[in-house]
């Protein structure tokens, strides 16, 4: 079991940027995809941006390509969301997640693990 700890969240007005952090412990991380998931109020969980186990391939919900990126560092068992251009509807609970197989895809389709969130909140 992988355990998943998440950072960086907060206030931020729209237009701005936060970059969320997620370290993994408890297994080889090189080996898993993650990503990142988020949680509006009074919304299902939802998926927001996939990377595969070797950073070669990223997956993202239409809503926010060309504005959050992904990214991992296998030697610090750690996961990245920069999130640029924020707005009012970004707004969430965000989860980092970890994948139940190894060298699964980015598109995080079968998640095993999740962080305890971090809110992100984007004021008008």
């Known amino acids: 079991q992988v355990q998943l700890v998440e950072s960086g969240g907060g206030l931020v007005q729209a237009g701005g940027s936060l970059r969320l952090s997620c370290a993994a412990s408890?297994?080889?991380?090189?080996?898993?995809?993650m990503g990142w998931f988020r949680q509006a109020p009074g919304k299902e969980r939802e998926f927001a941006a996939g990377i595969s186990w070797s950073g070669g391939s990223t997956y993202y919900t239409d809503s926010v390509k060309g504005r959050f990126a992904i990214s991992r560092d296998n030697a610090k068992n750690t996961v990245y969301l920069q999130m640029n251009s924020l707005k009012p509807e970004d707004t969430a609970v965000y989860y980092c997640?970890?994948?139940?197989?190894?060298?699964?895809?980015?598109?995080?389709?079968?998640?095993?693990?999740w962080g305890q969130g971090t809110q992100v909140t984007v004021s008008s």
């Open positions: 997640a970890a994948d139940r197989t190894t060298y699964g895809s980015s598109r995080l389709t079968n998640v095993s693990s």
């Open positions: 408890g297994r080889t991380f090189s080996k898993y995809a």
